[in-house]
């Protein structure tokens, strides 16, 4: 089995500041993907960021990147530099390559205040 | 916005009925995923098709199953509908490969309320 914890429901943040929201895993396979989501109130769901399990370099998009601890089974998401924008539900999900089965966190709503 | 479509966007059923969601995924994907998101949760995974086959499936019953055609697009069928199925229904579209899989592009969803 395969799980997803988002410790945090709710934070918030002060426009131009930084966050960082939690996510640790499970999952007995090695070959897997890690993601992070964002879902406005609009609700379509868009892509953040993605990790491959096999690369060690965490990966960056513009303001987002990711702090990916393999061993410790951690995958934080840092926003810098947040925008009113950014305001959302964020989820993590995993993607088990093998079993093609995804798990999603229950989501961290995200809050930036002007 | 992606190039996924789902319809219709709002349907209401009684309990009993059956209900089909349509997908309809983004050119060059070949791979179908469809997620149940009840308010204030995560997706719930329901299964994957790939090249119209079951790829993976979640813990969901018989009732829901799925078709994936030629074209890649999909849909999801839903028997003997519960109050509990009550949920906005996303699809989601991707490249998989033998080596791992592109990232899933989401529809807007079907948001199902059972009375």
């Known amino acids: 089995a395969q799980t997803v914890t988002q410790s945090q429901p709710e934070m918030s943040v002060q426009e131009a500041e930084t966050v960082t929201l939690s996510c640790t895993y499970d999952?007995?396979?090695?070959?897997?993907?890690l993601f992070w989501y964002k879902q406005p109130p609009s609700r379509q769901m868009i892509l953040v960021i993605r990790?491959?399990?096999?690369?060690?370099q965490n990966a960056t998009e513009n303001r987002f990147s990711v702090n990916f601890q393999k061993a410790a089974k951690s995958f934080s998401l840092k926003i810098s530099d947040s925008q009113l924008g950014d305001t959302a539900m964020y989820f993590c999900?995993?993607?088990?390559?093998?079993?093609?089965?995804?798990?999603f966190g229950d989501g961290t709503t995200l809050t930036v205040k002007p | 916005e992606t190039g996924v479509t789902q319809s219709p966007t709002h349907l209401i059923k009684t309990r009993g009925q059956q209900v089909t969601l349509r997908c309809s995924s983004q050119?060059?994907?070949?791979?179908v995923s469809w997620y149940q998101q009840a308010l204030g949760q995560g997706p719930q995974f329901i299964f994957q098709?790939?090249?119209?086959?079951?790829?993976g499936r979640g813990n969901f019953p018989p009732r829901f199953s799925g078709l994936q055609f030629p074209n890649y697009s999909s849909e999801l069928n839903v028997n003997a509908l519960e109050l509990d199925d009550s949920a906005l229904y996303l699809c989601?579209?991707?490249?998989?490969?033998?080596?791992?899989?592109?990232?899933?592009?989401f529809g807007p969803g079907t948001r199902l309320t059972v009375l």
């Open positions: 999952t007995s396979e090695s070959n897997y993907y």
């Open positions: 999900a995993l993607f088990n390559t093998n079993a093609g089965k995804s798990t």
């Open positions: 989601a579209s991707s490249l998989l490969f033998r080596e791992g899989t592109d990232t899933q592009y």
């Open positions: 050119s060059g994907h070949n791979t």
């Open positions: 098709y790939y090249r119209e086959e079951e790829n």
């Open positions: 990790q491959e399990a096999y690369k060690q």
